[in-house]
């Protein structure tokens, strides 16, 4: 069976993330895709879908939001993951987590999580480090992937695979 991984990342989470889902895999039968790199893509080759976007200004990437949108119907019938890459914790994660891919898709995913975050400051530009200090008190950039999350996902993947 075929997987493909299709992400969207702002200051390189995401595609962290993703190409650590990747590499637990087996790269002759996965695909990696930064859709915003992408022309066209055709899931009817892949079996499994899975989709990472990042929260970045209170919203996931546009360009995931707008790739859901209209592959819906594909998705469907697709094996489908879901994760998102954020450094919120509790109840606004949960939040960010729901608004992030719509309801529809949620359902029909095996697995569905935030798999951490990071902040970059060297990717930020003076705005943004000036937001998150205010938002976060981050003056540093800090990593919260979680590891052991992420090596769940890639068994539900698997499992999936079969």
């Not at 930064?34 to 055709?42: C, F, P, S, T, V």
Request: aromatic fraction near 8%; proline fraction near 1%; charge should be neutral.
């Amino acid at each position: 069976m075929k997987t493909i991984i299709i992400y969207a990342t702002h200051h390189g989470t995401t595609e962290t993330v993703a190409h650590l889902i990747w590499s637990k895999l087996d790269s002759q039968s996965t695909e990696l895709v930064n859709i915003k790199k992408a022309k066209h893509l055709d899931l009817n080759d892949y079996d499994v879908v899975i989709i990472g976007s990042s929260i970045h200004a209170g919203h996931n990437q546009i360009s995931i939001r707008n790739f859901c949108k209209k592959n819906m119907p594909e998705l469907l019938e697709k094996h489908l993951g879901l994760f998102l890459c954020c450094m919120m914790e509790g109840k606004e994660a949960t939040l960010n987590l729901q608004n992030a891919y719509p309801e529809i898709l949620q359902n029909k995913a095996f697995f569905i999580q935030i798999l951490g975050g990071e902040y970059k400051i060297d990717k930020m530009n003076y705005v943004e480090r000036l937001m998150l200090k205010k938002i976060a008190g981050a003056t540093e950039s800090q990593s919260n992937i979680k590891y052991d999350l992420i090596d769940k996902f890639v068994q539900e993947i698997k499992q999936q695979a079969v």
